[in-house]
């Protein structure tokens, strides 16, 4: 991070080296972007939000991918031009094609906070009006988890 010819800093590890990794980088003062969430206890998060100063905070940027990626854009795209017709109800499904590796479970934000996060950012760019109420649901078929 201290590196003179970086210019930026990317975190991108699991969710809970992020808050003690991006204390490092304000030390820095680089511009940084964080993989989301920025801590995984809400308190932490908040502690770190109220010691750092305005200029350090104008250079963070939690990042969310989602809705970025082509086929989500293109939904997003189509219902704000209206070309999808009038929003009711929006249903959002994810799936993991693999497993986690073993190691990485423990360390993880668990699949609502680090993946269903990104669900909840979508829906909110593509509804771009207060959500009325959220429902979660979840399921585990494979054998791999029943097992362990």
Not at 23 to 33: D, F, G, H, Q, S
Not at 59 to 83: L, Q
Not at 101 to 115: K, T
Request: net charge negative; aromatic share 8%.
């Amino acid at each position: 991070m201290n590196d003179p010819s970086a210019e930026a800093i990317i975190i991108a590890t699991s969710s809970d080296t992020h808050i003690e990794l991006l204390y490092e980088a304000v030390k820095a003062k680089k511009p940084v972007l964080c993989e989301k969430p920025l801590s995984a206890n809400y308190q932490e998060g908040i502690k770190f939000i109220c010691t750092i100063d305005d200029d350090a905070a104008k250079k963070i940027c939690v990042g969310f991918n989602r809705r970025f990626d082509r086929g989500h854009a293109s939904v997003c795209n189509g219902v704000h031009a209206g070309h999808i017709g009038r929003l009711e109800q929006l249903t959002i499904t994810s799936r993991d094609p693999y497993p986690p590796p073993l190691e990485y479970i423990p360390r993880s934000g668990g699949l609502f906070r680090d993946m269903m996060i990104h669900d909840f950012d979508m829906a909110r760019s593509i509804i771009q009006q207060p959500i009325i109420s959220v429902t979660a649901h979840y399921l585990c078929h494979s054998p791999w988890f029943v097992d362990r």
